[in-house]
């Protein structure tokens, strides 16, 4: 096994987006963990990423077990007068090694574009979390035959001085695939993770090679294994099946 190799160790990312109160956000933490610890091991490492609210909570829940905790979100800045936002600095206080920075709900619905995603990953690097860094096409890129151009001005964009394949992902996450239950063949899941790692090495010339690129978008127990199969897949990020203990289960239990 090479080096680089080593390094990608597969990465298997919840993101429960804006669901779970506490009793039932615990409650799913804590058939996760029992799974985690369970005989059943997996080779990969996992990150659950709940809404802030339950951060903290949930940091007590998976202490011991192996599971980190991310963040869905952070400022660009540190602290300030930035009503209802959460900061990188927050989320490492919180017990996060990682935050999602880019999704395409956040570039969607709060009109966030490359810039500010670079600015986001920044302050992420800066407080010592791991960047999960989204990218992605629409179903009209796709349809008008751009898909892997935008997938590579996004990540050239996207992506801070600084990124380095310690501390940053890429997760590829096309936005038609995104709660449709529609997803990319592997033959498109492999020319896109192909462009990340391409335009990640045109940034920062070279060391593509290490870097951990995730698939996101309607990722469920039927699909997961053919889709981590696909050459150049490093993981999975999750969002409705990751609200299922059990299903997120199956679908981590897919990289063993
Ligand atoms: P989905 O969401 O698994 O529900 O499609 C994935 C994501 O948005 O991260």
């Given at each position: 096994m090479t080096p680089a190799s080593r390094s990608r160790r597969p990465l298997l990312i919840a993101n429960w987006k804006m669901n779970g109160l506490h009793a039932d956000g615990i409650e799913r933490a804590r058939a996760l963990a029992a799974h985690?610890?369970?005989?059943?091991?997996?080779?990969?490492?996992?990150?659950?990423?709940?809404?802030?609210?339950?951060?903290f909570a949930l940091r007590a829940v998976f202490a011991g077990s192996g599971v980190a905790l991310g963040g869905q979100d952070c400022h660009a800045q540190a602290e300030?007068?930035?009503?209802?936002?959460?900061?990188?600095?927050?989320?490492?206080?919180?017990?996060?090694?990682?935050?999602?920075?880019?999704?395409?709900?956040?570039?969607?619905?709060?009109?966030?574009?490359?810039?500010?995603?670079?600015?986001?990953?920044?302050?992420?690097?800066?407080?010592?979390?791991?960047?999960?860094?989204?990218?992605?096409?629409?179903?009209?890129d796709r349809d008008a035959g751009h898909a892997l151009t935008v997938i590579g001005r996004q990540v050239g964009g996207s992506l801070p001085e600084g990124a380095a394949p310690a501390n940053t992902v890429v997760a590829y996450e096309p936005v038609w695939a995104i709660g449709t239950g529609r997803t990319p063949g592997p033959a498109d899941i492999e020319a896109a993770h192909r462009q990340v790692r391409a335009g990640w090495e045109r940034r920062f010339s070279g060391g593509g090679d290490a870097l951990r690129v995730l698939y996101g978008g309607s990722v469920s127990a039927r699909n997961a294994g053919e889709i981590l199969a696909v050459p150049g897949v490093d993981g999975v990020l999750v969002g409705g099946a990751s609200l299922s203990a059990d299903a997120f289960w199956q679908i981590c239990q897919a990289c063993r």
């Amino acid at each position: 096994m090479t080096p680089a190799s080593r390094s990608r160790r597969p990465l298997l990312i919840a993101n429960w987006k804006m669901n779970g109160l506490h009793a039932d956000g615990i409650e799913r933490a804590r058939a996760l963990a029992a799974h985690v610890g369970g005989a059943e091991a997996i080779d990969g490492d996992i990150v659950v990423c709940p809404p802030a609210t339950l951060l903290f909570a949930l940091r007590a829940v998976f202490a011991g077990s192996g599971v980190a905790l991310g963040g869905q979100d952070c400022h660009a800045q540190a602290e300030g007068a930035h009503t209802g936002d959460v900061s990188a600095p927050m989320l490492s206080d919180a017990g996060c090694s990682h935050v999602i920075v880019g999704h395409s709900e956040r570039r969607a619905g709060h009109g966030e574009g490359d810039e500010q995603v670079a600015a986001k990953a920044a302050a992420a690097h800066a407080a010592g979390l791991t960047a999960i860094v989204c990218v992605g096409e629409s179903a009209a890129d796709r349809d008008a035959g751009h898909a892997l151009t935008v997938i590579g001005r996004q990540v050239g964009g996207s992506l801070p001085e600084g990124a380095a394949p310690a501390n940053t992902v890429v997760a590829y996450e096309p936005v038609w695939a995104i709660g449709t239950g529609r997803t990319p063949g592997p033959a498109d899941i492999e020319a896109a993770h192909r462009q990340v790692r391409a335009g990640w090495e045109r940034r920062f010339s070279g060391g593509g090679d290490a870097l951990r690129v995730l698939y996101g978008g309607s990722v469920s127990a039927r699909n997961a294994g053919e889709i981590l199969a696909v050459p150049g897949v490093d993981g999975v990020l999750v969002g409705g099946a990751s609200l299922s203990a059990d299903a997120f289960w199956q679908i981590c239990q897919a990289c063993r």
